[in-house]
């Protein structure tokens, strides 16, 4: 009998996800497992250690192991608990969007430096998904309205979803439509966008994180990969006012081939900046 109470106290539960998980391919397998027991109990990591000796409930219990079961099917924790961080704002995300990375916050360095003091007044994200570069740039730049863009209905609403909970409605419209069609009759201070740019081919090797529960739709990028930001680039000239920037996140070992595009659209300024790991993540050029 004690030994039984023994097993469904929170430390061995723990202990035996992160067995599971391991076992099972996930890459951090202990901090899912806190994570995800952490939203299951609706506490922080912190108070997991503080009542470690504490048994869990049936419910409870249920509920992690239901949880866990979809986690060793390698489903993202993000899409498990409903959310993701984002420039120290909190994104409600589900299938329908990608999970929004930390490499796409360069995205956001770039724009802080081309603005550091006010900012855009016109601003446009292009395949918003999440609606997180959309979100991020109304908080970062307070004046600034913005037009949110997706090719899916589903990421979309999801996009506008966000947008309200955060406070941005207002400010930030989400238009359905392909690229920048959804842009026309209007040119923008600034247009982000960090477009699909995985080569089809590539897809099937991903991990199993994002090939199996990403929407393709937000990650392929056609047989080399530029296919959606070459019809970006092009487009952008006429969407941009003069002087105005565009801002793209690009894929490994792309900028060079992106920064090319930009030149022969008639966008100069080139520059490129680094994610955290280093590579080279964002290339930004200027309606002169
Ligand atoms: C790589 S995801 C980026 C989503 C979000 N901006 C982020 O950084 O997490 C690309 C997004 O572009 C959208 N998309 C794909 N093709 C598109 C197109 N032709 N026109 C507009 N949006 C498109 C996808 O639906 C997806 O939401």
Redo the contacts with the bound molecule.
Sequence with gaps: MAQASDDHRLISVLQKAEGFLGARGCATPRLDAQVLLAHVLGCDRVRLYVDHDKPLGPVELGRYRELIRRRAQREPVAYLIGEKE?WSLTLKVDRR?????PD?ET?LEEARALWPAGGPATFA?????????ACALASMFPAARGVA????AD?LALAAENLARLGFAERVETRL???LAPLAGGRQELLV?????VRSAEIAALEPEIRLFE?R???DGGADGLS?VR?LVQAAPEHLVPGGWLVL?VGDGAAEAVAGLCVAAGLGELHTRRDLAGLERVVAARRC
Excluded: H, M
């Design positions: 984002f969007v990608l999970v929004p990375r796409t995205v994200d292009v395949g918003t998904g999440s609606g997180c570069l863009t997706d090719r899916s990421a439509g392909d690229l966008s960090n477009p699909p740019y929407p739709l937000a990650l959606l019809a996140e």
